[in-house]
């Protein structure tokens, strides 16, 4: 079962079908989202603010909405090469002439024919990109041309200082695939 908004693991399924189909790795934004300001929220750091809050006597976290985030800061344009590293690929930097769009190119039947022969030829698990990819929401997310950075100043004062590394992150749920065969 995919969640809603999971940016690492589409990413992670579209760089193994690059791989594979020897397609260019290409950042699919603009070349303003390429260089825009964004934070991110792994489901490990929203798991720890849920333990946090849900145990916490403080005043500050008690009948109130707290935002999460990793706590750092990132662009795709420093990011995006080191995901294509992990792959061995070569990062292909966004054109604004060239637009694209990830539900378009793997949002069909024939990339889930594609992804089955992947499957066999790895003996990954059988498991359609439908079920796993948001195509739609990486699409909207590597298209944002403005900033996106979230304040935890609330969580911090009431005593939620995890932080997490949003490029270790990543990696680790690529890593995370690997293991449990999902991709190659």
């Known amino acids: 079962m995919k969640a809603a908004m999971d940016s690492a693991t589409t990413i992670g ?3 193994a079908l690059c791989k594979e189909l020897n397609l260019p790795f290409v950042f699919p934004g ?3 989202s390429y260089e825009t ?3 991110f929220c792994s489901s490990d750091q929203l798991s720890a603010a849920f333990v946090f809050t849900s145990t916490s006597s403080s005043p500050l976290v008690q009948d109130q909405a707290l935002n999460v985030v990793n706590g750092d ?3 795709w344009v420093d990011l995006w090469p080191k995901v294509a590293s992990y792959f061995n690929l070569e990062p292909v930097q966004p054109s604004e002439s060239r637009k694209m769009s990830l539900t378009d190119m793997f949002g069909n039947p024939e990339s889930e024919q594609n992804w089955d022969r992947i499957i066999q030829k790895y003996g990954l698990k059988e498991i ?3 079920e796993v990819a948001t195509w739609q929401y990486v699409d909207w997310s590597l298209s944002r041309e403005y900033h996106c950075i979230t304040d935890m100043s ?3 004062e009431a005593g939620f200082l995890q932080y997490r590394n949003t ?3 990543f990696l680790a749920v690529f890593d995370e695939m690997k293991r449990n065969k999902i991709i190659p």
Request: net charge positive; glycine share 0%; aromatic share 4%.
């Open 13 to 15: 399924l579209y760089a």
């Open 30 to 32: 603009t070349s303003k």
């Open 37 to 39: 300001l964004l934070d």
């Open 73 to 75: 800061i990132i662009r």
């Open 128 to 130: 359609k990109l439908s």
């Open 154 to 156: 609330k969580a911090r």
């Open 167 to 169: 490029e270790k992150d």
